[in-house]
């Protein structure tokens, strides 16, 4: 099967997501590989786990833009620019890392590759997202009908191509460009007609209070912990979030993972 699912690791908290991850995927019985993007700034010792998994470490650079560009979107200038106003997003959080993603491109040896960020769980098998088009991804819906319109760049489909990978260069990098959610805002831009996922292929944990009756742990194939990470110490929202937080703990540290269809509903939560 020439499919992967690929994920990117820029520091040592997203070493420790990918882990949680590449255990989710594992235990769905996918067959697809399993690529770990990373920079240079990840240590080798970080990634042991990942090269146990089993999973495919591939080394990446930053792309190639220009220094007016870069200065643009620093975490500095992004954030004071486009502030997260719903969530707070962790130090470690770097803006220039997430154009990395787009390297997936340039690996044409797969025909398919389902991207997901390394902040998120598999909870069933989604291989059938391999037979979908480019470019396919889900809303940014986490608080609201209203955001359906968005697109969240969590997972989505792509198709490996070095003709499209040259284009997305010479798009992303124009005068004055500013891309103020980085790739999500990017892709969104170079496929305007992007087809769109079910919301839960792409499951913001937000959704767990704030759109409660959204919630299924039965129909959710990927759970994506975005903002507050489930690894943080210092966690705002951990209280609100308690039971995703515990599920992710339990694949990071490969213990039981119980069966996710049994799990309560935050509609069944006790008030």
């Known amino acids: 099967m020439n499919h992967a699912f ?15 991850l590449a255990r989710s995927i594992l235990r769905t019985g996918s067959e697809a590989d399993i690529v770990v993007l990373h920079t240079q700034a990840v240590a080798d010792f970080e990634l042991l786990t990942l090269r146990a998994l089993g999973c495919r470490l591939v080394m990446v650079e930053h792309l190639p833009l220009s220094d007016t560009f870069n200065e643009r979107h620093a ?4 954030h004071g620019a486009a502030p997260f106003k719903k969530g707070r997003k962790p130090e ?8 990395c993603k787009l390297r ?9 590759i389902v991207f997901i960020d390394a902040d998120a769980l598999v ?9 979908y088009p480019e470019f396919c991804a889900a809303p940014n819906v986490y ?7 968005r697109m969240n760049s969590g997972v989505f489909v792509a198709k490996p191509s070095l003709e499209t990978f040259d284009a997305m260069l010479e798009a992303l990098d124009v005068p004055d460009a500013f891309w103020r959610r980085t790739d999500q805002t990017f892709l969104e831009h170079f496929f305007p007609d992007w087809h769109g996922l079910p919301v839960t292929m792409n499951m913001l944990q937000y959704v767990w209070f704030a759109m409660p009756e959204l919630w299924n742990w039965k129909s ?5 912990y975005q903002y507050e990470k489930p690894w943080e110490t210092d966690h705002p929202k951990a209280d609100k979030l308690r039971p995703l937080i515990d599920l992710w703990h339990a694949f990071h540290e490969g213990r039981e993972v ?11 939560q006790p008030k």
């Open 220 to 224: 959710i194939g990927v759970l994506h």
């Open 75 to 78: 975490r500095k200038n992004l």
């Open 143 to 149: 608080e609201g009908i209203g955001d359906f319109h």
């Open 6 to 20: 690929v994920t990117l690791v820029t520091n040592a908290d997203y070493a420790m997501g990918a882990t949680a």
């Open 104 to 112: 997936l491109w340039q690996m044409t040896q797969y025909e398919r």
């Open 258 to 268: 119980p069966d996710i269809s049994t799990l309560a509903n935050p509609t069944d």
């Open 92 to 99: 470690f959080h770097t803006p220039l890392d997430n154009f």
């Open 123 to 131: 909870l069933k098998n989604i291989d059938k997202l391999f037979a």
